[in-house]
């Protein structure tokens, strides 16, 4: 048989037989958490936040892994029990949210997709555009993308918020009370953020009730496990591997994707990206997620922070594994 007709037979047979041609083997997921929990475990840099009294009480030595494939699959290490607020986290599911019910061009007009170059909670930021966030994912951004949510009143878009974030982890996530009632009595400068949003008019609701819920979604526990099934809806276009709900149109995952290389890791976004290659987000409860499109999410708890708000351990953990799989976007496999 000559090339040529050997070449085809194999294609003929791996369409018979449902095989892809020429797969590449998958990587071993276990053993690169493994040794990424390993090589990370004893790295005590970062401070664990405390501008938000309750999470000042979070031990330091929390470390936990999940990996969670497009195809249903869950690999993990660590403290995987260990249940950690959200945080900025939720602000990612809240505006796929907002996203599902008014589609991208209503996001980018409202909300925006440009990077800050400040701090999170920057006020600054707020002021030098005249109100716009410039981006969802900013608290300002966070809040006003609360205030965007249909809902009749209060009540249906707190329920809203918490049953969309239910669908996306696949449980029932509950609200951390101690970290939601500390927040609230802490929360001068986001209430600042709403009420200068307000005056400008890019804020679309009540200011307090807007505050009041961005608070709650931010006070929502999840384990690492459900932060990665999270995001494997975003790696597995919109669709939950888990419960098999498209929870977001497949059209506008590559939006909120792009939101979150913007600005997932706030002023640390663009070295992140520079360097691995991959859109993530980070919570200033020590959690932070990164999706690899069509391939799989990984999720990592580790409190203590670095300057920009982001997870030391998270950020080398993920950057390891995602080298390791050949993850960065911008790189041909
Ligand atoms: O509004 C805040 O400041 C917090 N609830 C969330 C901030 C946050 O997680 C920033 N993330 N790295």
């Not at 990984?298 to 390791?324: F, K």
Request: hydrophobic share 45%; with cysteine.
């Amino acid at each position: 048989m000559n090339v040529k007709l050997f070449g085809s037979a194999i294609i003929i047979a791996s369409l018979y037989f449902n095989a892809p041609v020429l797969a590449q083997p998958a990587p071993d997921y276990a053993a690169l958490i493994e040794q990424a929990h390993q090589k990370f475990k004893s790295n005590a840099d970062g401070k664990v936040a405390d501008y938000i009294p309750a999470l000042a009480t979070y031990s330091p030595a929390n470390f936990a892994i999940t990996l969670a494939t497009v195809d249903g699959k869950i690999y993990q290490t660590g403290d995987v029990k260990k249940a950690f607020p959200m945080e900025s986290l939720s602000k990612v599911f809240t505006l796929a949210l907002a996203m599902e019910q008014h589609g991208p061009h209503v996001v980018l007009e409202k909300l925006g997709a440009n990077a800050t170059g400040l701090p999170f909670n920057s006020g600054l930021a707020v002021e030098l555009t005249k109100g716009a966030p410039e981006n969802p994912l900013v608290n300002a951004g966070a809040i006003s993308t609360v205030s965007l949510i249909d809902a009749k009143d209060k009540t249906d878009r707190w329920n809203k918020i918490l049953n969309n974030l239910n669908a996306w982890a696949d449980a029932t996530l509950t609200v951390n009370e101690p970290v939601f009632t500390s927040e609230m009595e802490t929360n001068q400068h986001n209430q600042a953020l709403a009420a200068l949003m307000a005056s400008y008019g890019s804020l679309y609701g009540d200011t307090d009730e807007a505050v009041e819920i961005y608070t709650r979604q931010c006070s929502v526990d999840v384990t690492v496990e459900q932060l990665a099934k999270m995001g494997a809806v975003l790696a597995n276009n919109g669709k939950s591997p888990f419960n098999g709900k498209q929870l977001l149109n497949a059209r506008y995952v590559p939006q909120v994707l792009a939101e979150m290389a913007i600005a997932g890791l706030y002023d640390g976004s663009g070295k992140w990206l520079y360097t691995v290659g991959i859109p993530a987000k980070s919570g200033v409860g020590g959690g932070m997620v990164a999706v690899v499109p069509g391939r799989y999410a990984i999720a990592v708890y580790s409190p203590p922070l670095d300057e920009a708000g982001n997870s030391v351990r998270a950020q080398q953990t993920i950057h390891y594994v995602a080298n390791a799989t050949q993850a960065n976007l911008f790189m041909t496999r």
